[in-house]
Nanobody, 117 residues
Framework: QVQLVESGGGLVQAGGSLRLSCAAS????????VGWFRQAPGKEREFVAS????????YYADSVKGRFTISRDNAKNTVYLQMSILKPEDTAVYYC??????????WGQGTQVTVSS
């Protein structure tokens, strides 16, 4: 089993940056892919970015491509989401989840990101 805890959310002005962290417990974390998702009020949860277990493959939603960067440090059991040039429409609760065989099984509790205009 993997337990995930997100941190790093907060309030930032448009154009600013934040770095989210997803800290995992469990010795097998390095064998999982990890995805970041977000959910804004009244909207469905949407995919933001993902990274393979080795970090060699990354994927991004079109809406964040070129502004967000996902990375991981398996020695620290942590995955990061560097968010830059933030926009008000990036406001949401951000979740990380572990992935294996295309299925996201374990989820964190989420961290709030609010971007003011």
């Amino acid at each position: 089993q993997v337990q995930l805890v997100e941190s790093g959310g907060g309030l930032v002005q448009a154009g600013g940056s934040l770095r989210l962290s997803c800290a995992a417990s469990g010795r097998t974390f390095s064998s999982y892919g990890v995805g970041w998702f977000r959910q804004a009020p009244g909207k469905e949860r949407e995919f933001v970015a993902s990274i393979s277990w080795s970090g060699g493959n990354t994927y991004y939603a079109d809406s964040v491509k070129g502004r967000f960067t996902i990375s991981r440090d398996n020695a620290k059991n942590t995955v990061y989401l560097q968010m830059s040039i933030l926009k008000p429409e990036d406001t949401a609760v951000y979740y990380c989840a572990s992935e294996r065989s295309g299925i996201y099984t374990y989820w964190g509790q989420g961290t709030q990101v609010t971007v003011s205009s």
